[in-house]
């Protein structure tokens, strides 16, 4: 069974567009969205909320923007420095500004502690949060009409590191990606921009060494990468992957990415969405290790196709490097993907470090949320998660991984997934630092408890099976199920089966004239062992006389005593075998019988049923005739011995 995924709910007043956890504090989320420039009623906000509680969400700061504005269309949450956090976010300048050529997109917002409330002595100072604009300004080379901060994305914030950034237009005709360094205090530096021929889906940022960054952005069918920092060699961009067949003139029928996202150094993760709504497929590409050529696909798992295009994708490396040259060793990658069907799809993967070799596990689904919001999902994001230093003990509290999504609904939502650390019997993969996983066993065990769950169920099938034929007297005994079942369950087991009243076998005969008293109550044989059974006596009785007469009865045979060990049924309507009175009935023996005679009777009891050719006429010896029609009565003879 799947552990519990707690989730809150929260409905602000505005739309929201975009999320992003403290990358220090995983309880702090900040959301953003609004209504646009000169929509009277729906306000543009950037809201602070508390994560804390798994089952609530809590509003803690909010900053209003100008309604004369754009909404906040990204949003990215920095490095904190001492007890201040930086956002930054898109949002672009009023209609008027845009018209004379200015268009301070750039926003950067402060989130700083403040005190409210003095408190009792004997009671903590309530502290609370507050945004603040601190900054706004232009960093895209053009001003156009359209243009909008599309895309905003930081690279992994590590301690007393420089910081990389950047952002990538939407809807301009001259497109163009902004590289940048944070600043604490002032405006960010510009580093360089990157002139594109498209505009990009997707951007994303992985350190490689203290100063070393590698920067990677796609666009619909192509992937470049570019070297940053101490490894820059001022060389452009690298295309290091073209989608196959997008040069041939025809794109409408070939795949799009939609977001990227980076794994390691060595491997990158794509979302795709196929033409006309196909599908969605991820894809981890390995890139060569020269940084020149062309990807090779390690991995690719094509979603359920209930899910015809996507719209984000979130990742998250469950044991990243403790400092920004460590070494990338076992760890597990969270993958979620934001499907058009308002459902979040997660998935897992497995990194494996041997010899100097990383190898990527096949793409895993593990749990799929329905119906997450009222309306399209526009943000996805999780929390940054950092494994316990320390060994694990019985204090250490649960870890957990959280997931943040927001809606055009202007819902928020955030999901709390347990974490669970590695057993120390896995050798493969330990670490001087406890590492964790998602909740969830792995496809070889759930296909050997399925086998299992299968083997006792046929077992348990066969018990029963063997124990009602025990019951019904089929098979011998062997479970002795009768010494433990009730009597009255034992009764309604072996009970044999009833026909219906209405039945009627086929052949089956019913006798139109009651047999004399001298005969038995079972019913006529219809077999050529009837002659057996009266050659068959008891062997404890005298050797009986038998009388076979044809026609009508014979006078006062009911009166006739019968040997009780005799079975002698009705032969047929007109055939009757009874015990023989040798004063009442005279016969002849079958050498005495003429060959006319012998042919009817012969003709008579085959037609009967009782005698067939391969008998043979010995049977006959020791039985009497009477003659055919009732014309004469009878003899006697000693039945065979």
């Not at 507050?130 to 080379?141: A, G, H, M, N, Q």
């Not at 943040?404 to 630092?433: D, M, W, Y």
Request: proline share 8%; net charge neutral.
């Amino acid at each position: 069974m799947a552990p519990l995924i707690p989730s809150a709910k929260l409905t602000l007043p505005y739309p929201l567009y975009a999320c992003d956890f403290d990358p220090i504090d995983s309880s702090r989320l900040v959301v953003g969205g609004g209504g646009g420039a000169g929509r009277s009623g729906v306000e543009n906000k950037i809201t602070l909320l508390d994560t804390s509680n798994p089952n609530e969400l809590v509003e803690v700061a909010e900053l209003d923007l100008s309604k004369e504005e754009d909404n906040v269309a990204s949003l990215a949450v920095g490095q904190t420095q001492g007890d201040k956090t930086l956002i930054f976010a898109g949002v672009n300048s009023s209609p008027a500004d845009l018209a004379r050529g200015t268009n301070a997109h750039f926003r950067v917002i402060r989130i700083s502690p403040v005190s409210k409330g003095k408190g009792k002595a004997t009671e903590p100072v309530a502290i609370t949060s507050k945004l603040s604009e601190v900054l706004r300004c232009p960093l895209f080379t053009n001003v156009e009409r359209d243009l909008y901060q599309r895309v905003i994305r930081l690279s992994r914030p590590y301690v007393g590191q420089a910081q990389w950034g950047a952002i990538a237009t939407g809807f301009a005709k001259d497109s163009e990606i902004v590289l940048f360094q944070p600043a604490q205090n002032g405006p960010p530096t510009s580093r360089s921009a990157i002139k594109l021929a498209k505009e990009i889906v997707d951007m994303d940022f992985i350190q490689t060494g203290k100063d070393d960054f590698l920067f990677a952005y796609a666009d619909e069918q192509d992937i470049y990468v570019k070297k940053l920092g101490s490894i820059d060699d001022g060389a452009e961009p690298e295309c290091v992957y073209i989608t196959p067949a997008s040069r041939s003139g025809e794109p409408v029928t070939i795949p799009s990415f939609r977001s990227m996202r980076w794994l390691t150094k060595d491997f990158i993760i794509m979302l795709t969405n196929i033409h006309s709504q196909g599908g969605v497929v991820l894809q981890i590409l390995r890139l060569p290790p020269s940084g020149k050529g062309q990807c090779r696909i390690a991995q690719s798992h094509r979603l359920p196709s209930s899910i015809k295009k996507a719209t984000g994708l979130a990742v998250v490396n469950l044991t990243p490097p403790s400092t920004p040259d460590g070494e990338q060793g076992y760890t597990q990658f969270v993958i979620a993907v934001a499907g058009h069907d308002i459902s979040i799809s997660l998935f897992k993967v497995d990194l494996q470090h041997e010899a100097n070799n990383y190898l990527v596990t096949p793409i895993k689904p593990f749990r799929k949320f329905k119906n997450v919001h009222p309306g399209v999902i526009t943000g996805i994001t999780f929390s940054t998660f950092t494994p316990p230093t320390q060994s694990i003990t019985a204090s250490t509290p649960p870890q957990h991984l959280k997931l943040a999504s927001t809606g055009i609904s202007n819902t928020v939502i955030v999901h709390t997934l347990p974490l669970f650390p590695v057993p120390l019997s896995v050798k493969r993969g330990q670490s001087s630092t406890p590492r964790y996983v998602v909740a969830l066993p792995s496809s070889k065990a759930i296909y050997s408890f399925g086998i299992i769950v299968s083997m006792l169920l046929a077992l348990l099938a066969a018990i029963l099976t063997q124990s009602v034929l025990e019951i019904r007297g089929v098979v011998e005994p062997h479970l002795g199920a009768a010494k433990y079942l009730p009597v009255p369950l034992q009764e309604a087991i072996g009970k044999p089966y009833t026909f219906p009243s209405n039945y009627h076998a086929l052949n089956t005969h019913i006798s139109t004239a009651p047999i004399s008293t001298s005969l038995s109550d079972t019913p006529s044989a219809s077999t050529p062992d009837f002659f057996a059974s009266l050659r068959s006596p008891s062997p404890n009785s005298a050797p009986s006389k038998l009388y076979l007469h044809h026609g009508p009865p014979v006078p006062d045979v009911e009166n006739q005593d019968i040997s009780p060990d005799i079975t002698s049924p009705e032969l047929s309507s007109s055939i009757k075998a009874v015990l023989h009175d040798e004063e009442k009935h005279e016969g002849k023996s079958w050498d005495e019988l003429t060959a006319p005679q012998k042919e009817n009777w012969k003709r008579k009891l085959k037609d009967a049923g009782h005698w067939a050719e391969e008998m043979g006429e010995a049977i006959f010896k020791g039985v009497v005739f009477g003659e055919l029609g009732g014309l004469v009565g009878a003899a006697v003879v000693q039945a065979a011995r």
